[in-house]
């Protein structure tokens, strides 16, 4: 078993090293992350400029690939050129924070896991709500033991798995429940401040507040205290509409001027 592990992090964020220590019970571990923190950063690639990688020694416990780059790119550089052999899997985390609801489009863990489904292999992103306590190792031994199950006959290659883990302070997590995405969004606001130079700054701030009416989804079941499982796919199309919108009588485009 070779295992691509990648974040959105940054190559020395914690939740990566604790997924490494996991993962390297199961086999041959690489990593490849962006060597800054690309929070949010979604499925966004280097297009107009090289990647640097740098291959670096972190805490002195294992070397990685690090990525001057976005999340996708790590794993794209990662699996088309910099890792031998080609990885049996993809593991994106463990982020410092939840990856659910809406936060699934915009997160680069997410994305980097998506990316490794993009090429073909299964994948896993692995994140972890925020709480009292931040624990990382707690949530790797958790993340390891679902992926060794998933692998076992459910994450077939090219298909995706979310993963969140609830902040794990006492009595948590309480099971785990397989649910769609939940669509509620945040309640974000901007805190403004003077800038310099006459300009002004925006600090985005805001949280779940409605956690939706439907308690099927990952958003309240991590809530709750379970650990979500979420099957994603790459493509966006709403299929229950394809069929009205091809029925609309649609004019000539070669007569529009
Ligand atoms: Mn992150």
Redesign the pocket.
């Known amino acids: 078993m070779h295992i691509l592990l990648t ?3 940054g190559i020395l ?1 914690p ?1 990566l090293a604790a997924m490494y220590r996991e993962l390297a019970r199961l086999g041959q571990v690489s990593v490849a992350a962006p060597d800054s ?4 950063s979604a499925h966004a690639i280097t297009i107009n400029a090289p990647l640097t990688a740098s291959w670096v020694h972190v805490q002195n416990e294992f070397h990685g690939w690090s990525i001057g780059g976005r999340p996708a790119d790590c794993v794209k550089l990662a699996v088309s050129q910099l890792v031998q052999p080609r990885p049996d899997l993809v593991v994106s985390g463990i ?3 939840a ?1 659910v609801s809406i936060n699934v489009l915009y ?3 997410v994305a980097a896991a998506a990316e490794g489904a993009l090429l073909g292999l299964p994948a896993v992103a692995v ?1 972890l709500e925020h709480g009292d306590e931040l624990d990382f190792g707690g949530a790797a031994r958790i993340a390891r033991g679902i992926i060794e199950l998933l692998l076992h006959q459910h994450l077939p290659a090219g298909k995706l798995i979310n993963m969140n883990i609830p902040s794990l302070t006492e009595g948590r997590p309480k099971g785990i429940r397989v649910v769609p995405q939940a669509v509620q969004i945040m309640d974000d606001y901007y805190v403004e401040q003077a800038g310099p130079f006459g300009t002004k700054q925006f600090w985005l701030r805001g949280s779940f507040k409605d956690f939706g009416s439907d308690a099927n989804t990952d958003l309240r079941a991590l809530r709750d205290g379970f650990v979500t499982l979420t099957p994603l796919h790459v493509d966006l199309t709403e299929r229950s509409r394809l069929a009205d919108l091809a029925d609309v009588d649609w004019p000539d485009v070669t007569q529009f001027r």
């Not at 923190?37 to 949010?40: C, D, E, I």
């Open positions: 974040n959105d992090d964020a939740g923190a690309q929070s949010a982020n410092d924070g990856n997160s680069g863990t994140s």
